[in-house]
């Protein structure tokens, strides 16, 4: 079994920051692929980046690209997202997950374990 706990979301104004932070336990963290979707309400899970083993590979969605950062520290087996320049279209339940696979994907069916989740809200 795999745990992963979200933090670090809340309600901010747009223009603004916010890092989140993704724990995991019960699995060699460091051997695995992570990744950050989000869900905003009333729309279908999208991807937002991934992060390879060691970190030196990562991928990102068009709409994120440049204004916000995956980054990993195997060592406290935690993924982060840090978010800059948010928008209120950023708005959403961000989740972390593991993926499965040994190349990385943008397709969630490729991952099999996920947090509950983290609210970010954005305001105009």
């Known amino acids: 079994q795999v745990q992963l706990v979200e933090s670090g979301g809340g309600l901010v104004q747009a223009g603004g920051s916010l890092r989140l932070s993704c724990a995991a336990s019960?699995?060699?963290?460091?051997?695995?692929?992570m990744g950050w979707f989000r869900q905003a309400p009333g729309k279908e899970r999208e991807f937002v980046a991934d992060?390879?083993?060691?970190?030196?590979?990562?991928d990102y969605a068009d709409s994120v690209k440049g204004r916000f950062t995956i980054a990993r520290n195997n060592a406290k087996n935690t993924v982060y997202l840090q978010m800059n320049s948010l928008k209120p279209e950023d708005t959403a339940v961000y989740y972390c997950?593991?993926?499965?696979?040994?190349?990385?994907?943008?397709?969630?069916?490729?991952?099999?374990?996920w947090g509950q989740g983290t609210q970010v809200t954005v305001s105009s």
């Open positions: 997950a593991t993926d499965r696979t040994d190349y990385g994907s943008r397709n969630g069916a490729a991952y099999d374990y």
């Open positions: 019960g699995r060699t963290f460091s051997n695995y692929y």
């Open positions: 992060i390879s083993r060691g970190g030196s590979k990562t």
